[in-house]
């Protein structure tokens, strides 16, 4: 017979089995979370029925489950004893796992758009929020003697499988810590192994593989610590790693210093760090409030907390939408999340003040905060991977209370809990790593907000080489984003002469939707055409702080702020432009000029020097010497410049200018 507990527990994982099922025969894709068998075809719902039927048996004890006392005590004994080779075996058979069922398609987070960056050769975005994680990528690919697509997808994979690799011995190693009880331990590894972010290492193309990885190693390294405080460099090692390879490992840093202040022995000196820490914690938000509200490319990076933007109707932080998006991550990231949380409440330990919880309450914390602050808005579905990590530490610390509490795990439960999250994962994965379903998802997952989700899904089918299907794509995003289409439009009116039509449009477009890059861009280029030169040079300011990754929108903005002699504006966005693609001649020469302008005389030669090398009869480089050579006046030097330049540069646009200003030089 179960008492109350239990068959309140076994009722919601029943019920969790049930909805998911009923989710994914529902045509919403608003239920993202739960709606994965809606794509793996008819026959699945044959296996779901079966895992049912199997579930209700075991509810009801029509199908016995003292096996699992039996593998429960097994587990225990080997995979948790003193021996480590149990745990690397788990880990080196989930890494064959992982390559053998791994995903062939980047449509989920930003997979295409890092493939097209790092399959075209030399040239490379350099992202400063995953510095670590971007070299580690171009040196695979170095290793295999260049810089293609095929050679970024495998970088990808490796990097892949081996975090997967990483994150499956450390985890086990955080439950045998966190864990005492064998019923508990045998529940959290089956939460955080069959956690939908396992995904991440069927060989998916993105970095929070890595994230995931260096996570269970940190709080595996914490424990450790709080045990016997003789890791503490290694320990931070681990941090400083994860904070390299993705900035959002910095929402650990509240546990990180918890554990710091532990560290201390004095107890007037560990209330001291506590006051300053606090005050330290005062000062970061009162920082992250004034960006929020002085700097627009702050801004954008978090949710708005009442108002929504136009990218995003009724999308804010504690919106209907942003609360659904919520639910549906936790459901896709930890599908026994309601029954864990059933257990949690039911037999949970009452004290939060003991050192494990309290680290993991502080850990838990940042990554909520980051979790609520940081949302990927209307793209979770997408970008479900950058949003996943912040609820590791909610659930170990949840796992943590179970085991501590009152009520024992009946063997029934962990049953039922093992058929609902397994059957849950096994689908999600299984929707990834088939092509055809992962691309029947991901078209669900594309709204009539996300623009650059459509164009990305798009690329996929013209990288693919189904250019029939990329033409419809195209069709479709043109009809769903009208705004989009009348931006396409105005090179044909600014072709037929019809300026002031083209800048009407412009600006309607940029009122609608006054933080989209690309016509912010436009509208800049139409203010410059009519002479609206402060609007012009506010509308290009603007659009490289919104997309500072564009290097022809840095590079335009560049040389317009050289013809309005604004050299300080011009030369970061030249630099920034230089930085992406330091082979250009034309982005070298503005940036040269620009810096020379500004009598920065030795930079603007280094950067001729470059052109020279090259091409030795750089008229760029000739006119850059030039400009130097003039002020302070070296005759002969100019003279030869200016001669070399003649020679050279008959076919550039500002020849007869140079020619005319410089015409003293011709003369002996």
């Known amino acids: 017979m179960q008492n109350k507990q239990q068959l309140v527990a076994n009722s919601v994982l029943l019920a969790t089995l049930v909805v998911f099922g009923v989710?994914?025969?529902?045509?919403?894709?608003?239920?993202w979370g739960l709606n994965h068998l809606r794509f793996l075809g008819n026959g699945v719902l044959y296996v779901y029925f079966a895992v049912l039927a199997i579930a209700v048996l075991v509810f009801v004890g029509w199908l016995p489950t003292h096996r699992i006392d039996a593998f429960a005590?097994?587990?225990?004994?080997?995979?948790?004893?003193?021996?480590?080779?149990?745990?690397?075996?788990?880990?080196?058979?989930?890494?064959?796992?992982?390559?053998?069922?791994?995903?062939?398609?980047?449509?989920?987070?930003?997979?295409?758009?890092?493939?097209?960056?790092?399959?075209?050769?030399?040239?490379?975005?350099?992202?400063?929020?995953?510095?670590?994680?971007?070299?580690?990528?171009?040196?695979?690919?170095?290793?295999?003697?260049?810089?293609?697509?095929?050679?970024?997808?495998?970088?990808?994979?490796?990097?892949?499988?081996?975090?997967?690799?990483?994150?499956?011995?450390?985890?086990?190693?955080?439950?045998?810590?966190?864990?005492?009880?064998?019923?508990?331990r045998l529940l959290a590894l089956i939460t955080t192994l069959l956690s939908g972010a396992i995904l991440l290492f069927f060989g998916y193309i993105e970095f929070y593989a890595l994230s995931w990885a260096i996570a269970a190693l940190f709080i595996n390294l914490s424990l450790r610590f709080i045990s016997n405080s003789r890791v503490w460099w290694g320990l931070l090692l681990s941090w400083g790693l994860g904070v390299m390879m993705h900035l959002q490992a910095l929402y650990f840093l509240p546990g990180l210093i918890y554990l710091f202040l532990r560290k201390i022995k004095k107890p007037e000196l560990r209330k001291a760090g506590y006051y300053g820490v606090g005050g330290a914690a005062l000062i970061a938000i009162g920082l992250i409030c004034w960006l929020y509200q002085t700097r627009i490319e702050v801004a954008l990076l978090m949710l708005p907390s009442i108002e929504s933007r136009p990218a995003a109707p009724g999308y804010t932080m504690f919106s209907p939408l942003h609360l659904r998006d919520l639910a549906n991550l936790i459901l896709l990231v930890f599908p026994g999340a309601a029954a864990v949380m059933t257990l949690w409440f039911f037999g949970r330990n009452k004290s939060w003040r003991t050192t494990i919880p309290a680290y993991l309450t502080v850990?838990?914390?940042?990554?909520?905060?980051?979790?609520?602050?940081?949302?990927?808005?209307?793209?979770?579905?997408?970008?479900w991977d950058i949003m996943s990590l912040s609820l590791l530490p909610p659930a170990l610390l949840a796992l943590y209370h179970i085991d501590r509490g009152k009520i024992p795990i009946p063997?029934?439960?962990?049953?039922?809990?093992?058929?609902?999250?397994?059957?849950?994962?096994?689908?999600?994965?299984?929707?990834?790593?088939?092509?055809?379903s992962a691309e029947q998802r991901a078209y669900s997952l594309l709204n009539d907000y996300n623009r650059n989700a459509w164009l990305n899904y798009g690329r996929y089918y013209y990288v693919k080489g189904d250019t029939a299907t990329y033409q419809a794509i195209v069709n479709e995003t043109m009809e769903r984003f009208p705004d989009y289409a009348t931006f396409r439009s105005l090179n044909d009116y600014l072709a037929r002469?019809?300026?002031?039509?083209?800048?009407?449009?412009?600006?309607?477009?940029?009122?609608?939707?006054?933080?989209?890059?690309?016509?912010?861009?436009?509208?800049?280029?139409?203010?410059?055409?009519?002479?609206?030169?402060?609007?012009?040079?506010?509308?290009?300011a603007l659009a490289a702080k919104l997309k500072p990754y564009d290097v022809s929108l840095n590079f335009q903005a560049g040389q317009y702020f050289i013809r309005m002699r604004k050299f300080d504006k011009a030369v970061p966005l030249?630099?920034?432009?230089?930085?992406?693609?330091?082979?250009?001649?034309?982005?070298?020469?503005?940036?040269?000029?620009?810096?020379a302008n500004m009598n920065r005389l030795n930079e603007a030669r280094l950067l001729a020097d470059s052109l020279f090398m090259r091409d030795r009869d750089s008229p760029g480089a000739h006119l850059i010497m030039l400009m130097i050579a003039v002020d302070p006046l070296n005759l002969p030097?100019?003279?030869?410049?200016?001669?070399?330049?003649?020679?050279?540069?008959?076919?550039?646009?500002?020849?007869?200018a140079v020619k005319d200003n410089y015409k003293q030089l011709a003369t002996p």
């Open 411 to 436: 063997s029934r439960t962990l049953a039922i809990y093992v058929i609902t999250v397994a059957f849950m994962t096994i689908s999600y994965v299984a929707v990834s790593v088939k092509t055809v």
């Open 637 to 656: 030097v100019a003279r030869h410049h200016y001669r070399e330049y003649l020679e050279h540069g008959t076919e550039r646009p500002e020849y007869e």
């Open 23 to 31: 989710a994914s025969v529902l045509p919403y894709q608003s239920i």
């Open 363 to 383: 850990l838990s914390a940042g990554s909520v905060a980051f979790l609520c602050l940081f949302g990927a808005a209307i793209t979770m579905g997408r970008d």
């Open 73 to 184: 005590s097994a587990l225990d004994r080997h995979l948790f004893g003193s021996k480590n080779w149990p745990r690397i075996s788990l880990a080196l058979a989930c890494m064959v796992l992982f390559y053998l069922f791994r995903a062939r398609t980047c449509l989920l987070g930003d997979g295409c758009a890092w493939l097209d960056n790092f399959g075209q050769g030399q040239t490379y975005i350099h992202k400063w929020t995953e510095p670590g994680s971007i070299y580690l990528i171009r040196w695979l690919q170095s290793l295999q003697g260049d810089f293609s697509r095929q050679t970024a997808t495998t970088a990808f994979h490796i990097i892949s499988i081996v975090s997967g690799g990483i994150f499956v011995y450390n985890v086990t190693a955080v439950v045998k810590q966190l864990c005492q009880d064998k019923y508990a």
């Open 574 to 595: 030249l630099k920034k432009s230089h930085r992406l693609s330091p082979d250009d001649a034309g982005i070298t020469e503005n940036l040269a000029i620009a810096l």
């Open 497 to 540: 002469g019809e300026h002031r039509r083209a800048m009407a449009l412009a600006q309607e477009i940029t009122d609608r939707d006054p933080y989209n890059p690309e016509y912010l861009w436009v509208l800049a280029a139409m203010h410059a055409t009519y002479g609206n030169h402060n609007k012009a040079c506010e509308c290009y």
